[in-house]
C-alpha cells in the first residue's frame, strides 16, 4: 500500500551494495601492484626503456635458475671427498629440491598469469612455469643466500656480494617483465621460510645413514 515503508533488502544485496573494507583494500593493492609492476618492467623487451640491459638481466635470471643449481649442487656431491661437505652439499641438493616442489604446488593453486607485458622467452621451463605467483627466483635466491651465509665460512666482502645476488635477481624478476612485485615478495618470505624447514629437518649421518651410504 501506499506509504508503507520499503521492504529490507536482502542481507546478501546489502553485501553488494556495501563491498567490505578488506576486499576495497585488496583490490586496491593488485591495481597498485599490476601498475607498479609494469612500470618497473624496463627490460621487458628490446624496446623498453632499459631494453639494452636485457642480455644482461637474462645472465642474471640463468644464475638463479633451478637447474644450474641442482647440476652444480650435485656434481660437488659427487666430486666432495670431505665428509662435511657432503653433509652441507646433500642438505643443499634437500633444499633444492624442496624450493621446486613448494613453488610448483603453490603456483598450481593460485594461478595467477603471467604479467601481460612479459615476453615467454624464460630458460627451460615446465607446466606450472606459466603462472606467475610466486617467483621461484625469489624463493631459491633467499633460500641459498640464507644457506650460504649460515653454512659456508666467507669474508664479509663475499658475504655482501651473496646478499647483492638474491637482490638483484629478485629485482630482475620484475625488470625482466616475468612477475609482479608480490610474486617476488612472497617468493623471497617463502625462500627464508623453507630454509627454517631444511634447518628443523637437516640430514646427517645420524638422522639419515642410508643417504650418507651412497656417498
Known amino acids: 500500500p501506499a506509504g508503507a515503508a520499503a521492504a529490507p533488502l536482502p542481507e546478501e544485496d546489502c553485501m553488494k551494495l556495501n563491498p567490505s573494507f578488506v ?19 624496463v627490460c621487458a623487451g628490446e624496446g623498453s ?18 637447474i644450474p643449481w641442482l647440476l652444480g649442487t650435485f656434481y660437488g656431491l659427487c666430486q666432495s671427498d670431505s665428509s662435511a661437505a657432503r653433509e652441507v652439499l646433500l642438505n643443499l641438493l634437500f633444499a633444492l629440491l624442496l624450493d621446486l616442489v613448494m613453488v610448483a604446488v603453490v603456483k598450481g593453486l593460485v594461478r595467477r598469469p603471467r604479467p601481460t607485458h612479459n615476453k615467454m622467452d624464460m630458460f627451460v621451463t615446465i607446466s606450472v612455469d606459466k603462472y606467475s605467483f610466486p617467483s621461484g627466483h625469489a624463493t631459491r635466491a633467499a633460500l641459498v643466500c640464507r644457506f650460504v651465509l649460515r653454512h659456508l665460512v666467507l ?11 638474491a637482490l638483484i635477481v629478485s629485482i630482475s624478476r620484475v625488470m625482466l617483465g616475468r612477475h609482479n612485485m608480490t610474486d617476488v615478495l612472497f617468493g623471497l618470505l617463502l625462500g627464508y621460510a623453507l630454509y627454517g624447514v631444511v634447518e628443523h629437518c637437516w640430514l646427517s649421518p645420524a638422522t639419515a645413514p642410508a643417504l650418507f651410504a651412497l656417498w
Open 23 to 41: 576486499g576495497i583494500a585488496l583490490s586496491s593493492l593488485l591495481a597498485i601492484d599490476l601498475w607498479a609492476s609494469k612500470r618497473l618492467g
Open 49 to 66: 626503456a632499459w631494453g639494452s640491459a636485457r642480455p644482461l638481466m637474462k645472465v642474471i635470471e640463468v644464475s638463479g635458475h633451478g
Open 155 to 165: 669474508a664479509v666482502p663475499l658475504r655482501v656480494l651473496v646478499v647483492l645476488w
